[in-house]
C-alpha cells in the first residue's frame, strides 16, 4: 500500500472483509444499479463470498478501508465456453464515489483476464439507466452488443440493460 490515503489498492477478497463487502453491497447505490435487493441479509451476502474456483473476488481499499468489490465469473467445466468470462459486478460504497475505485476495479479484472486467465471475451449485463457505468466500460474498450427490454425491476417499474462485451486486443 501507498502511503497516499487516496491511492485505490487492489487485492483478493478475504474472509475479514465481509462486513464491510456487505455494507457496500447493500448501500443505496448498489442496490440502485445491480439485481440485488434492499434488505439483504449478512448470511446471504456471506454465502456469496464463500469461495468457489469460477469466480474471483476482489475488493479495493483506500487508507485501509475497504470501498469497492467486484466479482468475475468464469466457466471452467465448460469446455467450449471457458475462453469467456462475466464482470457481474463491480461497486464502490457511497462515500468513495468519482474517486476511481470503479475504473481500479474493473481495470483489474481486465489485468486477470487478459494476462492470468487467458480469457479471450468479457461480457457484462448494465441497466441502461446508468449512464455512468457505461461510460466506464466504454472507455476500457467494452462495446454494446444489445438492448435486453425489461430485463430488470425497480422502484415499481421494469428497466432495460446493456449487454456489453470486451475482446481482448
Given amino acids: 500500500m501507498t502511503s497516499d490515503n487516496s491511492a485505490v489498492t487492489i487485492r483478493g477478497l478475504e474472509e475479514r472483509d465481509h462486513d ?27 454465502e ?19 470501498v469497492g468489490f467486484a466479482e468475475l465469473v468464469t466457466y471452467p467445466p465448460h469446455p ?17 464515489e468519482g474517486r476511481g475505485v470503479g475504473r481500479a476495479l474493473s481495470e483489474a479484472v481486465i489485468d486477470l483476464a487478459d494476462n492470468w486467465l487467458n480469457l479471450r471475451r468479457l461480457s457484462l449485463v448494465v441497466f ?10 466504454e472507455r476500457l474498450g467494452f462495446e454494446r ?22 475482446l481482448r486486443p
Avoid: W
Fill in 20 to 46: 464491510a463487502v456487505h455494507a457496500i453491497l447493500t448501500s443505496d447505490s448498489v442496490i440502485e444499479g445491480t439485481m440485488r435487493v434492499p434488505y439483504s441479509s449478512q448470511h446471504s451476502t456471506k
Fill in 128 to 137: 441502461e439507466d446508468n449512464a455512468h457505468a457505461i461510460r466506464l466500460y
Fill in 48 to 66: 456469496r463470498l464463500e469461495p468457489k474456483d469460477e469466480i474471483h473476488l476482489l475488493v479495493a481499499e483506500i487508507g485501509g478501508r475497504v
Fill in 145 to 166: 452488443e444489445g438492448v435486453m427490454r425489461e430485463f430488470g425491476f425497480k422502484r415499481g417499474r421494469y428497466v432495460d440493460a446493456v449487454v456489453m462485451g470486451r
Fill in 80 to 96: 467450449r465456453h471457458r475462453h469467456v468470462a462475466e464482470l457481474n459486478m463491480v461497486c464502490t460504497h457511497p462515500e468513495f
